[in-house]
T-cell receptor
Framework: GQNIDQPTEMTATEGAIVQINCTYQTSGFNGLFWYQQHAGEAPTFLSY??LDGLEEKGRFSSFLSRSKGYSYLLLKELQMKDSASYLCAVTDSNYQLIWGAGTKLIIKP | IAGITQAPTSQILAAGRRMTLRCTQDMRHNAMYWYRQDLGLGLRLIHYSNTAGTTGKGEVPDGYSVSRANTDDFPLTLASAVPSQTSVYFC?????????????FGPGTRLTVL
């Protein structure tokens, strides 16, 4: 079966760094996405990785290791507005997105 | 219209009633999707359409139907609603012509079936 695993909830302090991990087992792989979802809102795109390595975009970075079926999202200089759920999703061989349940990130002052 | 819109924003529905959730995008994306999101389960694909005139079943299609008469619109119909269909429904679209491009989401419809 297809499976995406990520922690249910994480807590971090404003100004700190947090890493959200995602492991996956899917039928085929055509890229991995990270989305941010604030409570009561729609998911919005953060990053896309299809090759191994680190993609940096401002305060957010995303890493992929295809051989390990592993990705992480790194958030630096945390701000209160970063409190949200972070969704990991993998594109399978049919170009359908398989979604993780999301990680709720709580930022404390 | 800018992006992707959904209607209604929220709805309370009696079990057994028929309901159509509307979704319209103005980005000329060829692929469109309907998801439901339930607490602790993440997004689950109901139906999808890779291009106008074609549709396909996702992970949880039972009790739902879709149509794709044109590029812009992708309505989702619940023929006879049941309480287990209480959920938040998201429509999404993607430009599928250039590989695995990101999906853009509508604001969602919060549906309660009593």
């Amino acid at each position: 079966g297809q499976n995406i695993d990520q922690p249910t909830e994480m807590t971090a302090t404003e100004g700190a760094i947090v890493q959200i991990n995602c492991t996956y087992q899917t039928s085929g792989f055509n890229g991995l996405f990270w989305y941010q979802q604030h409570a009561g809102e729609a998911p919005t795109f953060l990053s896309y990785n299809v090759l191994d390595g680190l993609e940096e975009k401002g305060r957010f970075s995303s890493f992929l290791s295809r051989s390990k079926g592993y990705s992480y999202l790194l958030l630096k200089e945390l701000q209160m507005k970063d409190s949200a759920s972070y969704l990991c999703a993998v594109t399978d061989s049919n170009y359908q997105l398989i979604w993780g349940a999301g990680t709720k990130l709580i930022i404390k002052p | 219209i800018a992006g992707i819109t959904q209607a209604p924003t929220s709805q309370i529905l009696a079990a057994g009633r028929r309901m159509t959730l509307r979704c319209t995008q103005d980005m000329r994306h060829n692929a469109m999707y309907w998801y439901r999101q339930d607490l602790g389960l993440g997004l689950r694909l109901i139906h999808y359409s890779n291009t106008a005139g074609t549709t396909g079943k996702g992970e949880v299609p039972d009790g739902y139907s879709v149509s794709r008469a044109n590029t812009d619109d992708f309505p989702l119909t619940l023929a006879s609603a049941v309480p287990s269909q209480t959920s938040v429904y998201f429509c999404a679209s993607r430009n599928a012509s250039g590989g695995a491009n990101e999906q853009f989401f509508g604001p969602g419809t919060r549906l309660t079936v009593l």
